[in-house]
Nanobody, 115 residues
Framework: QAQLVESGGGLVQPGGSLRLSCAAS????????MAWYRQAPGKQRELVAG???????NYADSVKGRFTISRDNAEKKVYLQMNSLKPEDTAVYYC?????????WGQGTQVTVSS
């Protein structure tokens, strides 16, 4: 059974760093495009960063230069390194896996940036 499990969220002060991890299981493999999305209270879910099966990356303008997405295909994990965090980065962060029309989502991990 396909499953994505996020970890690494928490409370951090502005300017701090966090590293999110997403562990994939089941049929999710290196051929899937992976991404991190986030959803803040009262807002729509938005793409934060994506990494294709070939390793190409893309980022939302709001996180460029601060966040880095990476993947370890052997471990079936995806990471999101978040630096210089801002209060507006506060949201639930979701890991996703996509292959064609097939989508999988994790349960989300809360990131709160506050002093």
């Amino acid at each position: 059974q396909a499953q994505l499990v996020e970890s690494g969220g928490g409370l951090v002060q502005p300017g701090g760093s966090l590293r999110l991890s997403c562990a994939a299981s089941g049929p999710i493999s290196s051929i899937y495009d992976m991404a991190w999305y986030r959803q803040a209270p009262g807002k729509q879910r938005e793409l934060v960063a994506g990494i294709s099966s070939g390793g190409n990356t893309n980022y939302a303008d709001s996180v460029k230069g601060r966040f880095t997405i990476s993947r370890d295909n052997a471990e079936k994990k995806v990471y999101l390194q978040m630096n210089s965090l801002k209060p507006e980065d506060t949201a639930v962060y979701y890991c996703s896996a996509r292959r064609g029309l097939i989508w999988y989502w994790g349960q989300g991990t809360q990131v709160t940036v506050s002093s």
